[in-house]
């Protein structure tokens, strides 16, 4: 596994990260849907597209850089408003009937 890491790295070929399981395990912070196989590891959520920078319900109002400066309780807003973590992003999120594959664990903020 660490030689082909190296044979990338001497191609300066970048990897994007890929999770073991592809299966959803955990919670997204923006839409409280389980629908990443992975918390903190940039990930994009299906349901709302908010970026998975690592930050959580106790964090809602820092900046977040990957999701265009918007907050955590920004994007918790506008995903109860109109479906997506920003205006911008409702073009590439799933309609509500394909959510339904998906647990839903609401939090209270």
Not at 30 to 55: K, T
């Amino acid at each position: 596994m660490w030689r082909k890491w190296a044979d990338r790295l001497k191609r300066r070929y970048y990897v994007w990260y890929e999770p073991d399981d592809p299966a959803p395990q955990a919670q997204c912070p923006c839409c409280d849907y389980v629908s990443l196989p992975a918390r903190n590891q940039s990930l994009i959520c299906p349901v709302c597209f908010w970026e998975d920078d690592g930050q959580d319900i106790d964090e809602l109002d820092q900046m977040s850089g990957p999701n265009h400066g918007i907050s955590l309780r920004a994007g918790r807003l506008n995903f109860s408003a109109f479906g997506a973590c920003e205006l911008a992003m409702k073009q590439h999120v799933l309609p509500p009937e394909e959510r339904l594959r998906f647990e839903h664990r609401p939090r209270e903020v």
